[in-house]
């Protein structure tokens, strides 16, 4: 089985800084890697995902994560956040054989941006 | 094009009871995922319905239940409501059946109170 860990709970930082959200993966065969952003009383919204080829992966909204499998990471950047990027981030996981989606999602990171 | 709609968006029901939450996908799309959010579980996949048939299903009690009618709308039930089923509980629709190639657009959710 396939877990997700996130390993920052909140991530506080000031408009126009640099943002890093981290997420490691654990599976014993190939997945793809998903991130998802979740504004308040919304449901979730796909920012990017992996599936092959190349490892860094642009997405919406100016974010951008890199695949490392030697690392089993896929952390999300941003080199300059806005107020509105405060949000809920969640990574996820699916297997890339057996032809089930079915994604597991870690616990979440809350990105609080300063002003 | 309407996004994906949820109905009811608040609920309250107490121990024991029935509940059914609707949802109507992006018109086009076949497929409706539902998925549970929990501060103590995080967001963990409930099911896949896609032509009226479950196509994958996660791993919850017998007592969560879902169908699909021809039009695509899809509702699920959970009966014998227990404290521990207080979520938000959130809709996906796809135009195929979900995969990673494939974009899941959410609804807001239903946010169910069980007292």
């Known amino acids: 089985a396939q877990s997700v860990t996130q390993l920052d709970s909140q991530v506080p930082v000031f408009e126009e800084a640099p943002v890093e959200l981290r997420c490691n993966y654990s599976?014993?065969?190939?997945?793809?890697l998903f991130w998802y952003v979740q504004y308040p009383n919304q449901g979730l919204q796909l920012l990017l995902k992996?599936?092959?080829?190349?490892?860094l992966v642009k997405g919406i909204n100016g974010f951008e994560a890199e695949f490392n499998k030697s690392q089993t990471s896929f952390h999300l950047r941003k080199p300059s956040v806005h107020i509105s990027d405060t949000a809920e981030y969640f990574c996820?996981?699916?297997?890339?054989?057996?032809?089930?989606?079915?994604?597991?999602f870690g616990r979440g990171t809350s990105l609080i941006v300063h002003p | 094009k309407a996004g994906v709609t949820q109905t009811p968006r608040y609920l309250i029901k107490t121990r024991g009871q029935q509940v059914t939450l609707s949802c109507s996908p992006i018109?086009?799309?076949?497929?409706v995922s539902w998925y549970q959010q929990t501060p103590g579980q995080g967001l963990q996949f409930l099911f896949e319905?896609?032509?009226?048939?479950?196509?994958n299903k996660g791993n919850f009690p017998g007592r969560f239940s879902g169908r699909q009618f021809s039009n695509s709308r899809s509702e699920m039930n959970v009966s014998t409501l227990e404290l521990g089923d207080s979520a938000l509980y959130l809709c996906?629709?796809?135009?195929?059946?979900?995969?990673?190639?494939?974009?899941?657009?959410f609804g807001p959710g239903t946010r169910l109170l069980v007292l």
């Open positions: 996906a629709s796809s135009f195929r059946l979900a995969g990673a190639q494939e974009t899941q657009y």
């Open positions: 599976s014993s065969v190939s997945v793809y």
């Open positions: 992996y599936l092959s080829g190349s490892t």
């Open positions: 996820a996981v699916s297997l890339s054989s057996g032809g089930s989606y079915i994604p597991t």
């Open positions: 018109s086009g799309h076949r497929s």
């Open positions: 319905y896609f032509s009226e048939t479950q196509r």
